[in-house]
């Protein structure tokens, strides 16, 4: 080694840090490429005996560098955090994987057993897996508690073979007694995609143990996101989920919300770029009604939201007593919308909650439906349902629905409403919480029969109770998502995924929501949805403005009402 070269390592090795059992050499920006030029960083590893965390990154490490480092590893069986982030800069892809292989096996002859292991910075790819995949699977890791590999470029292979690992190690781990209870996991930037992120889920869903996963800019959509939030649902200690920019859509977000319903300690969530749009945020709000008690933060920022949805999702979050900060900046709010919104949250004295709009994309002027998933995003809701276990406790046994019913529902009209007597009842199974479309679309149907003869006004009107109590008894998230999708076939909210049919609005379906409104089973926080989205689109409804004006009245003291 030259002279220089010998005198600049001597000068970084004197700016190392030890203390507390932790030997570091950060940020140094060291060429270490053979054994020689590492003799007196592994003089150092060895000389220290209590060895408990190893700071390597910052660097750049060469094959027989490691493969020294690695002997001076095999006694420090103390050593539980190893933090070799950004640790191969200007290194051949094929030199990695070799590397690691070495630093690997270093630590497995020595019984190690790690706790935190941070491999972020790494372009390592698909192959660099392959080279840590031994230690992985290894007793080494079954105490995991932190693994980073975030910005790795481990691509969809790279995400199938740590996931087996993972679930490898997770095997072994339970077999030996102890079983691996990894808590973190980072791995955003590393192009994992659908089938990567979908193979980490069985393996997120398989451990149970996860408080934070951090996997935002992955290129996943809604089958990816869906496979992950089923996943989230057995990670009952789960605080942070950042799944930032990615994209979510509608079945995505519903997928998502659905599976925060059953988590009771979530503290941050970041769905900041995923397009979670206006149904998804609704659908959102009303898993913040009900739940989600010990929430901090939330990110719904540049999701393509408009005025109405971030309105409830702001009256949703009003009671959360430990929020601090909710994010809606870059949405489609326009000037107003977001003057609404600072108003909503200065009224509740929640004005400092609120992170800048300086960003808003101001009004959506597109009034197409959404078609980004093609076909996708076009499933029916039962499919949602039951992919998200919701099918099989809120939906019926399919039903023999009688040939008069079914006459109706296929060409509505009052006089086959009342020829059908008490077989209305065979429309209450033709509604069902977990496919809001086909319900909204039966209501609607049943509504459109109204008329002031007081025989079929009698009928309607009960009928029309009879579904919508039904469809609103279940959880917040369902009648959010219920409501969100009625108000998207009666042409008031923009729907996403190919367009969908509006139904042809008549003031009867109006005359009815006026008297559901003001029965016992429209809560008060189902008034104030309905009231915020109508009111910011009432000329969707200009057709029918005196019925309208009835609603709209009807909503005001549905909402002021104290009881």
Not at 54 to 62: C, D
Not at 164 to 180: D, F, I, K, Q
Not at 284 to 305: D, M, T, Y
Not at 402 to 417: G, I, M, N, Q, Y
Request: aromatic share 4%.
């Amino acid at each position: 080694m030259a002279s220089d070269d010998i005198a600049q390592l001597v000068d970084a090795l004197s700016k190392t840090h030890v203390g507390d059992g932790e030997l570091s050499f950060k940020g140094l920006g060291m060429k270490l490429d053979n054994a020689e030029s590492v003799e007196e960083l592994v003089q150092e590893i060895e000389q220290c005996h209590d060895l408990r965390a190893l700071r390597l990154e910052g660097n750049t490490l060469g094959v027989e560098a490691a493969r020294a480092i690695a002997r001076a590893l095999e006694s420090k069986d103390q050593l539980q955090r190893c933090y070799w982030s950004d640790l191969f800069t200007g290194r051949l892809r094929s030199e990695i994987p070799k590397a690691l292989e070495s630093l690997g096996s270093g630590l497995m002859i020595a019984g190690t057993r790690l706790t935190v292991l941070d491999l972020s910075d790494n372009a390592f790819g698909p192959d660099g897996v392959h080279g840590m995949e031994q230690l992985l699977r290894s007793p080494t890791c079954h105490t995991l508690e932190e693994l980073r590999l975030n910005n790795c470029g481990m691509g969809i292979e790279g995400g199938k073979i740590l996931a087996e690992a993972l679930m490898e190690c997770h095997r072994r781990s339970v077999a030996a007694g102890s079983a691996l209870t990894l808590r973190v996991f980072v791995a955003g930037r590393n192009r994992l995609e659908n089938e990567g992120s979908s193979s980490l889920a069985k393996a997120f869903q398989l451990m149970g143990s996860l408080e934070e996963v951090h996997m935002p800019q992955n290129g996943i959509n809604y089958a990816g996101v869906t496979a992950l939030a089923s996943a989230m649902r057995h990670n009952p200690d789960l605080r942070v989920l950042n799944l930032n920019d990615n994209t979510f859509t509608k079945r995505g977000t519903l997928a998502m919300a659905q599976a925060l319903r059953h988590l009771r300690n979530v503290q941050v969530i970041n769905f900041g770029d995923c397009l979670v749009r206006c149904e998804g945020a609704i659908a959102l709000a009303g898993v913040l009604r009900e739940g989600l008690p010990i929430l901090k933060e939330l990110n719904l920022s540049f999701g393509e939201i408009k005025e109405a949805a971030a309105l409830v999702v702001a009256q949703a979050i009003m009671e959360k007593p430990y929020m601090k900060k909710v994010d809606l900046n870059g949405n489609f709010l326009g000037e107003d919308g977001c003057e609404a919104l600072r108003e909503t949250m200065d009224s509740q004295d929640k004005a400092d909650m609120l992170a800048s709009l300086s960003d808003d994309e101001g009004p959506d002027e597109d009034e197409e439906g959404h078609d980004d998933d093609h076909e996708d995003d076009c499933c029916n809701e039962e499919e949602f349902g039951k992919e998200n276990g919701t099918a099989k406790e809120d939906s019926p046994s399919k039903s023999h629905c009688p040939d008069e019913v079914l006459s109706f529902l296929d060409t509505p009209s009052a006089e086959k409403l009342l020829q059908l007597g008490e077989m209305t009842g065979h429309l209450l199974p033709e509604v069902d919480r977990a496919d809001p479309h086909k319900s909204a679309d039966v209501l609607l149907k049943v509504a459109s029969s109204y008329s002031e003869e007081p025989v079929t006004k009698t009928t309607v009107l009960e009928t029309f109770d009879m579904l919508l109590r039904k469809l609103l008894s279940g959880s917040a998230f369902q009648a959010y998502t219920f409501l969100s999708t009625l108000l998207v076939l009666m042409g008031v909210l923009k729907g996403e995924g190919k367009k969908k049919k509006k139904v042809p609005l008549v003031a009867g379906q109006l005359l009815c929501l006026e008297h559901g409104v003001q029965q016992d089973y429209f809560a008060q926080h189902h008034a104030f949805l309905l009231h915020t989205v109508l009111s910011k689109n009432r000329e969707a409804l200009n057709a029918c403005s005196s019925s309208m004006e009835r609603l709209m009245s009807a909503l005001e003291k549905r909402c002021l009402d104290q009881n």
